[in-house]
Structures are given as structure tokens and as C-alpha cells.
Nanobody, 125 residues
Framework: QVQLVESGGGLVQAGGSLKLSCAAS????????MGWFRQAPGNKREFVAS????????SYADSVKGRFTISRDRASNTLYLQMNGLNPEDTAAYYC??????????????????WGQGTQVTVSS
């Protein structure tokens, strides 16, 4: 079992920044990569960014590329998402996710085996 706990969400004005954190515990040695997803009301959960745990290779959704940065601290088993230049379209619940194995379609939520409870990000115009 892996437990994931997100924090850092909140209300911010357009153009502002937030940094999300995700603390991982449990069977963390089985981890291949971790990612961030988001879900707005009435929408499907969508991929935001991912990072391989050992190598640190990153991938981003086109909508956040250049504004968001995913990183991890292997010593503390913590995943981060630095979000700059926020706009109202970024408003959503943000979830961190854990994936044990390599898959080619890492943008699909179904390939992740553990999820956090989510943290709300609201961007006002």
C-alpha cells in the first residue's frame, strides 16, 4: 500500500503562484513514477505532469508547459508542483498519483495505482 497526501492548494488571483506538495508513505520502493492530475467540476480527470522517480524525467500537458514545474525530493518522498502564471482555467481539484511500473500511455489516469485525496486550487479573475 502507498499513502499519498496533498497540500498547498488555495485561492489565488490570476497571474499568481502556488506550490503543491504530495507526501508519500508506505511501499514507496516500488515506485516508477508519480504524476499530477486535475479535475474541474463536470470534467474528466486530466493529466498535468509526471516525473520518473529515479531519473527525474518530466512530461507536461501542453496547457501547463512553461508555467508549471514538477519536481521530487527522493530523500523525503515528496512530490511537488510549482504553478506560476495561474489563470481561471487552472481552477480544479489537483491529485497526485503513483505508478509502480513503466507504461507508454502515462497520461491516462487508469494506469496509476494509488491516488491522493486531492487539494483544491481556485484562481480568481
Amino acid at each position: 500500500q502507498v499513502q499519498l497526501v496533498e497540500s498547498g492548494g488555495g485561492l489565488v488571483q490570476a497571474g499568481g503562484s502556488l506550490k503543491l506538495s504530495c507526501a508519500a508513505s508506505g511501499r514507496t520502493f516500488t515506485r516508477y513514477s508519480m504524476g499530477w492530475f486535475r479535475q474541474a467540476p463536470g470534467n474528466k480527470r486530466e493529466f498535468v505532469a509526471s516525473i520518473t522517480w529515479i531519473g527525474g524525467s518530466t512530461s507536461y500537458a501542453d496547457s501547463v508547459k512553461g508555467r508549471f514545474t514538477i519536481s521530487r525530493d527522493r530523500a523525503s518522498n515528496t512530490l511537488y508542483l510549482q504553478m506560476n502564471g495561474l489563470n481561471p482555467e487552472d481552477t480544479a481539484a489537483y491529485y497526485c498519483a503513483h505508478r509502480s511500473d513503466f507504461v507508454s500511455d502515462f497520461r491516462r489516469p487508469g494506469v496509476y495505482d494509488y491516488w491522493g485525496q486531492g487539494t483544491q486550487v481556485t484562481v480568481s479573475s
